[in-house]
């Protein structure tokens, strides 16, 4: 799942904070709004909170803050070291989406911020359908994301990049597995979750995923 990536997050651990305060040009259309993303994703999370893709715990500070219980999972251990510094207070494991610790914790919300197009498609389905097993009967999905509205919205995007000279985000935008929205939305509906979809800037959405009776 996504493991390819884990020598890229230990190389991006220090500088990932510099790159999502938009420091960085060529993503700051990708983070725009960060931390006013990552505070409603954090409202909308109900404790006990199960997050993948942790990272440096920003979204997981934001949660713990709220006097929420959290479970984190990240793969890489750079990331994970940060991490552990920014919030001693979590609980954060090696893992990924698809395999980590099976915790005896009830979950009520699985959130993620900028990690879920990690996944191939197939893993993606695999992934969802451990979530609605994972999950209480009142649980939810809450995940941040970059998504694609369908092809010609992502050949526009990935066009935007290189004539801005913003060569590695276009590269981004051909070689990872951002999914398209309607593709998503199926994934989620076909495994019993009632889900929307809201554009937040030009490339993140956030995504919900009720799940069903």
């Not at 040009?25 to 994703?41: N, Q, S, T």
């Not at 919300?109 to 389905?125: C, D, G, M, Q, Y």
């Not at 649980?139 to 990049?161: P, R």
């Amino acid at each position: 799942m996504g493991m390819e990536f884990v020598d890229l997050f230990n190389q991006w651990a220090s500088s990932y904070d510099d790159t999502v305060a938009g420091k960085d040009p060529e993503y700051r259309e990708v983070f725009e709004g960060y931390d006013e993303m990552l505070g409603r994703l954090a409202e909308l999370s109900v404790s006990p909170v199960m997050e993948f893709g942790v990272g440096t715990a920003n979204l997981t500070r934001k949660v713990i803050d709220q006097n929420k219980v959290v479970l984190g999972i990240e793969p890489s251990s750079e990331m994970r070291r940060i991490a552990k510094v920014k919030c001693p207070e979590s609980a954060i494991y090696d893992g990924n989406f698809l395999d980590y610790p099976k915790l005896l914790t009830p979950i009520r919300s699985i959130i993620s911020s900028f990690a879920f197009h990690h996944l191939t498609t197939s893993e993606k389905v695999e992934a969802i359908q451990s979530f609605r097993d994972r999950l209480e009967y009142d649980g939810k999905v809450v995940f941040i994301d970059t998504i694609f509205k369908d092809e010609k919205h992502k050949q526009q995007l990935i066009e935007n990049a290189k004539r801005q000279g913003f060569l590695n985000l276009a590269q981004d935008l051909q070689e990872e597995y951002y999914p398209f929205l309607e593709e998503l939305r199926e994934m989620f509906v076909l495994n019993g979750f009632e889900v929307t979809f809201e554009q937040l800037n030009k490339y993140a959405w956030l995504i919900q995923a009720k799940k069903g009776e």
